[in-house]
């Protein structure tokens, strides 16, 4: 059974920086695309990034292009989600989640039922 724990979440002013971390066990996940998603209250689940198994390409909503990014260290069994120019929208418990059912040729996946594992989030707080 794969775990996922996120952390790095907390409160921050508007235009400061994040580093989120999502740490893996039970499981190697250096073969499975991977992703970050956020739900502010009232809100539905929204994709923020996501990352192809080698960590060789990457895609972003609109919404954070250019300010995120989204990396993974296969050693450490760890994704990252960078977050820089932080907005008060940004506001969400944010999650990570994990591809583990069988490999279908794409690269990445921006829905949340395309993936199998989620941690219970990290929350994140933009004051302006």
């Known amino acids: 059974q794969v775990q996922l724990v996120e952390s790095g979440g907390g409160l921050v002013q508007a235009g400061g920086s994040l580093r989120l971390s999502c740490a893996a066990s039970?499981?190697?996940?250096?073969?499975?695309?991977m992703g970050w998603f956020r739900q502010a209250p009232g809100k539905e689940r929204e994709y923020v990034a996501a990352?192809?198994?080698?960590?060789?390409?990457?895609e972003y909503a609109d919404s954070v292009k250019g300010r995120f990014t989204i990396s993974r260290d296969h050693a450490k069994n760890t994704l990252y989600l960078e977050m820089n120019s932080l907005k008060p929208e940004d506001t969400a418990v944010y999650y990570c989640?994990?591809?583990?059912?069988?490999?279908?040729?794409?690269?990445?996946?921006?829905?949340?039922?395309?993936?199998?594992?989620w941690g219970e989030g990290t929350q994140v707080t933009v004051s302006s």
């Open positions: 990352i192809n198994w080698s960590g060789s390409s990457t």
């Open positions: 989640a994990v591809r583990l059912r069988e490999y279908d040729g794409r690269y990445y996946y921006l829905l949340p039922e395309e993936y199998d594992n």
């Open positions: 039970g499981r190697t996940l250096s073969s499975y695309a």
